[in-house]
């Protein structure tokens, strides 16, 4: 089989209901509110259900994303979940997604690379389709790493959890009004870079489980986790040069084809600081208004946070079909991702 075209045909994401507040952590790390607000720009941020998982969140809004596609679950041919928290080291979250939407044909496996995973997810579904590998792809990004921060690291107050994921499609499987005019498939670039700019030791201690202690009120100090660390200064920096150097290779590949930076009209920039959205948006002359920001209410949502935007973004009905949709990130590794989209789905009923 071929397939030339690949559509961006749903999309989906789950919000937890619970926050947690900056007020919160004063009382478990050595920060205040006012410096996580001017530092890093964040109030509160999401935290995932007492009884929930990254996988049950991952498979709700993979339901989501399939309802608007038109697709189901036994069309699927692969299951790709990106994740940096999951619930269980093996079977991987993509297999348990797997079974919990009963996609009983579909091949299912994790990407690890840090907060780019989904954008790496939707290269590798782009590559899968065009080449005529498969002909649906669900591409989920699905966190829960409040249950893994390091209270000792004050970069732990970046993280929130959320679930989300898209559907990509064979264009031969959708009408003609849900097809691309100028970007018969995303344009991708990605660059991986050798450092420690964050990493999750496999060293284990009590100390983590003090954010649950705290909310429940339960005494959990001695069931062991990993713990996430970070080198924030590191991780900006690169944040600043790598990543803005894969967003010029996405632009000009982009321009080849015609297309101006002036014709974008979405951008969603990965977000766990204020400070560099803020940079990413002025590199390309992108109003910051204009971009879906969350990062003061969600936190960081890591693999999730790009599709959770662009949902809300669209159910607030600010992406239109034709819009040119353009996502950046960067994440542990250190990795970095751009990608050029054509949005086309129909406006949110």
């Not at 205040?32 to 941020?45: F, S, Y």
């Not at 299912?108 to 389709?129: E, H, N, P, S």
């Not at 792809?137 to 898209?166: H, I, K, M, Y």
């Not at 890591?302 to 009905?317: K, Y």
């Amino acid at each position: 089989m071929s397939a030339s075209t690949v559509v961006l045909s749903g999309i989906g994401r789950t919000i937890p209901g619970r926050r947690l507040t900056n007020r919160e952590w004063e009382q478990m790390v050595a920060t205040t509110d006012e410096w996580i607000q001017q530092n890093i720009g964040i109030r509160e941020r999401l935290r995932i259900d007492v009884e929930s998982t990254p996988t049950e969140m991952g498979a709700r809004a993979a339901q989501k994303a399939l309802s608007m596609a038109g697709v189901q679950p036994d069309e699927i041919d692969f299951v790709l979940c990106a994740t940096n928290s999951p619930a269980d080291t093996f079977p991987s979250t993509a297999a348990m997604i797997q079974k919990q939407l009963a996609a009983r044909h579909a091949t299912a496996m994790d990407l690890q690379a840090g907060c780019t995973g989904w954008l790496y997810g939707m290269r590798l579904a782009t590559g899968l389709i065009g080449s005529g590998e498969a002909r649906q792809v669900l591409v989920v990004g699905t966190e829960a790493l409040t249950r893994s921060l390091n209270l000792n690291d004050r970069s732990s107050v970046l993280f929130g959890d959320a679930g989300a994921a898209a559907v990509l499609s064979a264009g031969d499987t959708l009408p003609a009004d849900r097809q691309p005019d100028r970007l018969s498939r995303p344009l991708f670039a990605s660059l991986t870079t050798p450092s420690r700019a964050m990493q999750q030791p496999t060293i284990y201690s009590g100390e983590l489980n003090r954010v649950e202690d705290y909310i429940q009120g339960k005494d959990m100090s001695m069931v062991p986790r990993p713990q996430a660390s970070m080198d924030g200064k590191a991780s900006l920096k690169l944040a600043l040069t790598d990543t803005l150097r894969v967003v010029d290779e996405v632009l000009e590949r982009a321009a080849a084809q015609g297309i101006a930076r002036s014709d974008i009209k979405v951008f969603v920039p990965h977000q766990t600081n204020v400070h560099i959205v803020r940079k990413f948006c002025a590199h390309i002359d992108f109003p910051f208004e204009r971009i879906p920001y969350s990062l003061d209410r969600y936190g960081g949502l890591s693999t999730a946070g790009i599709p959770t935007n662009l949902v809300e973004h669209w159910q607030a009905g600010r992406v239109h079909p034709g819009d040119l949709v353009l996502a950046c990130g960067y994440g542990a590794g250190f990795t970095t991702a751009a990608m050029l989209l054509e949005w086309c789905l129909p406006p949110d009923a």
